[in-house]
Each structure stands twice: as C-alpha cells, then as structure tokens.
C-alpha cells in the first residue's frame, strides 16, 4: 500500500537547524509532488511547501523562504525537509504528505506520513 | 494569502445526530476544497476532495458540498469514531491554506 514513514523525533536548541526524513513506498515516488505540513501544539495546519521528485523543483510559502530546503534521493524514495535558525514558534509536529494519484501540485493529501514531533527548547 | 474560516470553532453533538460544518474561502475557489478527519496524535485522514468527492474508503454518512467561497461538511448519522476535529483545506492557489478546524465533542 501507499505509504509514508518518517524519521523520529528530534529536540534542538534555538539557533540549530533539523532535518527530517519522509521514505515514499507503494508508488511511483518520482511522478508525484511532496508536501510538507507543520501543526504547533493545538494549533492548525499550516503548509510549508512542496517539492517534486522527478525534477528537484521547489515551492516554498513566502514565511519560510531562506530558512527551509526541501531535497530527496529518489535512488531510495526518501524526500528530505531542513529548517535552519529553529526558534520555539517552530515546536511542531511535521508530516509529509503526497497524492500518488495526481502529476499536480495543486492536490488533496492522501497519504500522510506519521509526523515528527520537533521540539525547540534551551 | 486565501483565508479558510470555518465554523462553528467547536460542537457538541450526540450519537445518530446529523452534523453540518462550515468552511467559508476569502475569495472564489471553485471547487477546490478537501476535508480532513483529524484524531488526537495522528495524521489528518482525507475525507472529501474537489468539494464533494467522496474517498475510497470513508463512509457514505460523510458528504460534502458548496462552489465558489461557502463549503459544507455533513455528517448523517453520527457514529462514536467520528468525534475528531475537521480541517478544510483549499488546494488551489499557493500558498495552500487550511482552516483553524472545527472540534466535534461528545454532548
């Protein structure tokens, strides 16, 4: 089945940056779009951005423009989120999520990865 | 930035209630709204894309409906699974935004 896992949780101090892992299984990982989504503590969703397999091409939202890099190996099907100059309003759980059955970027997520709980504390 | 607005913030609701929650898009969309299903310490689940589309596997009590900036989530007959909070996304125009998600509570 189509499937996302992530890496584990991490805890970094402020100022340091976090690199989280999302492995694709069940699909063709190269033809569809990876979006990355962020929830702080009872908060909402709120979209980083999207990155696609098969070119490497980015799309970022304009608040984390120079901060984040979205990357990935597609020898192993593994697309990559980094945030460098972490502060404490960057505590959030962070999936990755794609829709194997769309080419587009302009889609609905299903499936999502698990999430990865970072936490940004001195 | 297109704001998702939906309301009520929270319900209460009962067993074999019908329930009818309601996102609201700052400018016209089409039909370019999803639903999500969110349970306590896991993902969102997708319930309904393209405003009305049911996905493989949720259940027919779930459907969806609206155009344009006023969307609506209805949920027939509630089951005990399904209070959970609910998200509605719009997935058309960058960058993607979501609701602040309507919590369903057991009355």
């Known amino acids: 089945q189509v499937q996302l896992v992530q890496s584990g949780a991490e805890v970094k101090k402020p100022g340091a940056s976090v690199k989280v892992s999302c492995k694709a299984s069940g699909y063709t990982f190269s033809d569809s779009y990876i979006h990355w989504v962020r929830q702080a503590p009872g908060q909402g969703l709120e979209w980083l951005g999207w990155m696609y397999p098969n070119s490497g091409d980015t799309n970022y939202a304009q608040k984390f423009q120079g901060r984040l890099t979205l990357t990935r190996d597609t020898s192993i099907s593994t697309a990559y989120m980094e945030l460098t100059r972490l502060t404490s309003d960057d505590t959030a759980v962070y999936y990755c999520a794609t829709d194997p059955d769309s080419s587009s970027a302009d889609t609905w997520f299903d499936p999502w990865g698990q999430g990865t709980l970072v936490t940004v504390s001195s | 930035d297109i704001q998702m607005t939906q309301s009520p913030s929270s319900v209460s609701a009962s067993v074999g209630d019908r329930v009818t929650l309601t996102c609201r898009a700052s400018?016209?969309?089409?039909?370019?709204v999803a639903w999500y299903q969110q349970k306590s310490g896991k993902a969102p689940k997708l319930l309904i894309y393209?405003?009305?589309t049911l996905q493989s596997g949720v259940p027919s009590r779930f459907s969806g409906s609206g155009s344009g900036t006023d969307f609506t989530l209805t949920i027939s007959t509630l089951q005990p699974e399904d209070f959970a909070t609910y998200f509605c996304q719009q997935t058309i125009i960058l960058p993607i935004t979501f609701g602040q998600g309507t919590q369903l509570e057991i009355k």
């Open positions: 400018q016209a969309i089409e039909k370019w």
């Open positions: 393209a405003a009305s």
